[in-house]
């Protein structure tokens, strides 16, 4: 079994995941990732960027070039770091609700959350967007604006 193999069987194995879970969160079959992990594949370089940005950490990491899986976000670029959103030219709503988001959470707290809510279908979205609003609205955030 190559590193490779090991890494991508041991984040699945660290969430709790079973082969078929996963597949369905990152769009590979199970058999193919049974195949990985067994090191009967090499994955391809979409496998690779999907494990990467599914788990959040680097291809490099999932190849065995660099021990620490959270040096990916302080190693990008500022530029690269920030959300699309932050980017882009915004409007002062929304460059004040995004001040105000950051006041809540730590970058890594946000992209762990980003993570989540790529793998959460519609409804499961729509509530978590709801309870998110619900929370910053108790907190004494102005959320209105934004819901129209």
């Given at each position: ?21 996963l597949s369905k969160k990152i769009g590979i079959t199970a058999s193919a ?26 291809i490099d990491y999932l190849m065995g070039r660099e021990q620490d899986d ?79």
């Amino acid at each position: 079994m190559s590193i490779c193999s090991e890494i991508l069987k041991d984040l699945r194995s660290e969430q709790g995941l079973t082969q078929k879970e996963l597949s369905k969160k990152i769009g590979i079959t199970a058999s193919a990732i049974g195949f990985l992990e067994n090191g009967q594949r090499e994955p391809m370089a979409s496998t690779l960027l999907a494990y990467a940005n599914y788990f959040g950490v680097s291809i490099d990491y999932l190849m065995g070039r660099e021990q620490d899986d959270n040096g990916y976000y302080q190693n990008l670029p500022e530029k690269k770091k920030a959300p699309i959103a932050e980017r882009t030219q915004l409007s002062e709503i929304q460059e004040n609700f995004i001040s105000e988001f950051k006041e809540f959470f730590s970058e890594k707290t946000f992209w762990k959350y980003a993570q989540l809510y790529q793998a959460m279908d519609r409804d499961t979205r729509i509530f978590a967007l709801g309870y998110l609003c619900s929370y910053l609205k108790n907190v004494g955030m102005n959320v209105d604006a934004f819901l129209k």
